[in-house]
């Protein structure tokens, strides 16, 4: 099977644009997470999406957003970009079992300017 | 979210086992006990759970101390491949609801080999 796939793996951006950035899970995996990791925060977790419906926010701004499609593919989206915005965003898939844990993607670094 | 407690580093060496720490004492009985490690450049990978036995798998092992207040990751024999940041998550309700994961992340442990 193939691993979660993040797209693009790199992105430069200007201050007060909106980015989109995309994971394809792994084939079967309904559940996808969406994570941003800074060197000063960590790990931090956005959102997760179940069949098409958010579950779980975490505490970000209304300025990120996500979505899931019928095929579990999922996007989230930010607006309105701030410099701090600039990190590495990471999606994960789980089974619904959750057995093997959750499968992370390689992430996509986004530079904003 | 239950927090967990771990040393910012470690080190260690080649061919020998590995004991990484990680204390929760504010664990509830629902709780499952996951580790995650992130290798350079990379998206976090899973390594091992459990909940109240000691668990072994490919990778690594895992022991839980009788009153989950803490618990070990064992390598048993570190190679230079294992030096990663290694993440000790309480995950709520393990597997009960259907794939729901919001992770926890503290800083872990960077754990460092020397050859």
């Known amino acids: 099977k193939a691993g979660v796939t993040q797209t693009p793996r790199y992105l430069i951006k200007t201050r007060g644009q909106q980015v989109t950035l995309s994971c394809s899970p792994i084939?079967?995996?309904?559940?996808v997470s969406w994570y941003q990791q800074t060197p000063g925060q960590g790990l931090q977790f956005l959102f997760e999406y179940f069949s098409e419906t958010q579950r779980n926010k975490g505490n970000f701004p209304g300025r990120f957003s996500g979505r899931q499609f019928s095929n579990s593919r999922s996007e989230m989206n930010v607006s309105t970009l701030e410099l701090g915005d600039s990190a590495l965003y990471l999606c994960?898939?789980?089974?619904?079992?959750?057995?093997?844990?959750?499968?992370f993607g390689q992430g996509t670094r986004l530079t904003v300017v | 979210d239950a927090k967990t407690t771990q040393p910012n580093s470690m080190e260690s060496n080649e061919e020998e086992p590995v004991h990484l720490p990680c204390n929760h004492s504010?664990?509830?009985?629902?709780?499952?006990i996951h580790w995650y490690r992130q290798l350079p450049s990379q998206g976090p990978e899973y390594v091992i759970h459990?909940?109240?036995s000691n668990v072994n798998n490919r990778m690594a092992s895992l022991a839980i101390a009788e009153d989950r207040k803490s618990s070990t990751l064992i390598l048993h024999r570190a190679t230079l491949r294992d030096a990663a940041v290694y993440y000790c998550i309480l995950r709520e309700g393990g597997f009960i609801i259907q794939g729901a994961q919001k992770l926890v992340f503290g800083q872990g442990t960077r754990l460092t080999i020397n050859p």
């Open positions: 084939s079967g995996h309904r559940s």
């Open positions: 504010t664990i509830s009985g629902t709780d499952y």
């Open positions: 459990g909940l109240t």
């Open positions: 994960a898939s789980t089974e619904d079992s959750g057995v093997l844990g959750a499968f």
